[in-house]
């Protein structure tokens, strides 16, 4: 059964500190593995895609990287800011040939405060 | 910047009551996605849409569900006789190539309340 499994669970750190989250996945055959930020009450949104050939990829203060082998990714988050208080989801894609094979971990909720 | 657009973004119904949540997808993206989110666990998987027919669904997605995009805008989906566990938010989705490639923008949901 295809899983993903993010930790902790839930973070709090000072702002301006740096942070990393963990995901771990299960999931085949392996396509992409995303990173989503989800603001309370809000859809998720897309922070970072990436393939079995790439193993680290940035979007601005956000670092992924992929390791496909020990089939373990994490979330860098550099320099945190109040604004990144959310969650963070892991989620993995099995190809199929076609259709939907997302698989979504239950996240990270990070807090941070002044 | 475009965007998937939900509505009603709140609605409260009595058990047993047909609900219709809708939902304007990115104009041309091709593939559609109904995902659910129960307060407190993770985004789960309800269908897929492709070419005007459904492409996948999972176990959730029974026969209570079904998906519509009755004028080439709008995507929706109607819960015939919802039940006290469809309350959760409803998030659309769309995207250019398939789940499986390509970022997936979703909408900001909307909320289902039964009571």
């Known amino acids: 059964k295809n899983q993903v499994e993010q930790s902790p669970q839930s973070l709090i750190i000072l702002e301006g500190k740096n942070c990393t989250l963990q995901?771990?996945?299960?999931?085949?055959?392996?396509?992409?593995l995303r990173w989503y930020k989800q603001d309370t009450g809000r859809g998720p949104v897309s922070l970072t895609i990436m393939t079995f050939s790439e193993n680290t990829k940035s979007n601005g203060r956000y670092t992924a990287t992929l390791d496909a082998d020990t089939k373990q990714s994490s979330l860098h988050i550099t320099a945190s800011q109040l604004s990144d208080s959310a969650s963070y989801i892991c989620v993995v894609s099995a190809y199929t040939g076609g259709g939907n094979k997302l698989t979504f971990g239950t996240g990270t909720q990070l807090k941070v405060e002044l | 910047e475009p965007e998937v657009t939900q509505t009603p973004s709140h609605q409260v119904t009595q058990m047993g009551q047909e609900v219709i949540l809708r939902c304007v997808p990115i104009s041309n993206h091709l593939y559609f996605y109904w995902y659910r989110q129960i307060l407190g666990q993770k985004v789960e998987f309800l269908v897929s849409f492709y070419n005007n027919e459904i492409s996948e669904k999972s176990e959730i997605f029974d026969d209570q569900f079904s998906v519509e995009r009755p004028d080439g805008s709008n995507f929706t989906l109607k819960i015939r006789s919802t039940k006290l566990e469809d309350s959760a938010m409803y998030f659309c989705?769309?995207?250019?190539?398939?789940?499986?490639?390509?970022?997936?923008?979703f909408g900001e949901g909307s909320r289902l309340t039964v009571l």
């Open positions: 995901c771990n996945y299960t999931v085949s055959p392996f396509s992409n």
């Open positions: 989705a769309s995207n250019l190539a398939g789940a499986n490639t390509g970022e997936l923008f």
